[in-house]
């Protein structure tokens, strides 16, 4: 098993300018979610999906989409990156609500 | 290097010693607590865990103390090695029946293990 697979790596973006950090996994888990990492802070949760087709606001979810069409994938989409939006993001999956987690290796984007 | 490391609390080691690295939580329904590893660059990966049912937990090197009555939860790595050198957080996960989910994380204690 490849486990989340996160990509791409690292990021670059403008002010204005959208995208989409593509998540995957193949553990057939039914919770995904996404998460920022900030200097000094804990993770925060964006968004998180108990299924295909069901997704949930986080704590701090404005300026961002998701989508969850298929068990296995699970993307981010800012449709217009702001610098507050700088930051490490991370997906992760797990068999249930409350159940261990399990994280990618993470984006970090820079928005200029 | 991580810059999630920037501005932890931090926890210094000789090889060989014990480690104890705390967390406090605020959430008394909290029901599940997992402790994390976060190495430079990486995503966090799963050490242990411990459900509110319980009060201590041992996993290979690790075990986990809970203390519902301060609210309190602590990681013990023993016998620490280099490649313990990480930052460790906490995370606890509200009781399912109430209220929604969000999963609340500690900041992180970064571990330094010298040779």
């Known amino acids: 098993n490849a486990g989340v697979t996160q990509t791409p790596k690292f990021q670059v973006l403008k002010t204005g300018q959208s995208m989409t950090l593509q998540c995957a996994q193949d553990?057939?888990?039914?919770?995904m979610s996404w998460y920022r990492q900030d200097p000094g802070m804990g993770l925060r949760l964006i968004h998180y999906?108990?299924?295909?087709?069901?997704?949930d606001q986080g704590e701090v979810p404005n300026g961002y989409n998701v989508s969850r069409s298929t068990t296995e994938d699970f993307p981010l989409r800012l449709l217009s990156a702001a610098p507050s939006q700088t930051s490490v993001y991370f997906c992760?999956?797990?068999?249930?609500?409350?159940?261990?987690?399990?994280f990618g290796p993470g984006t970090r984007l820079t928005v200029l | 290097g991580e810059s999630v490391g920037l501005h932890l609390p931090t926890l210094s080691v000789q090889e060989g010693d014990n480690s104890i690295i705390n967390c406090a939580y605020s959430n008394s329904a909290s029901d599940y607590f997992i402790w994390y590893k976060q190495e430079s660059g990486k995503g966090p990966q799963f050490i242990i865990d411990i459900r509110s049912n319980m009060d201590k937990r041992q996993g290979q090197r690790v075990t986990v103390l809970l203390n519902k009555t301060v609210k309190h939860l602590s990681l013990q790595i023993a016998a620490t090695q280099p490649g313990d050198s990480a930052v460790y957080f906490c995370a606890e996960i509200p009781w399912l029946s109430g209220g929604s989910y969000i999963p609340t994380f500690g900041r992180g204690t970064s571990l330094i293990v010298h040779p």
């Open positions: 553990m057939n888990h039914e919770y």
């Open positions: 999906s108990v299924g295909a087709g069901i997704t």
């Open positions: 992760a999956s797990s068999s249930g609500l409350g159940d261990t987690q399990y």
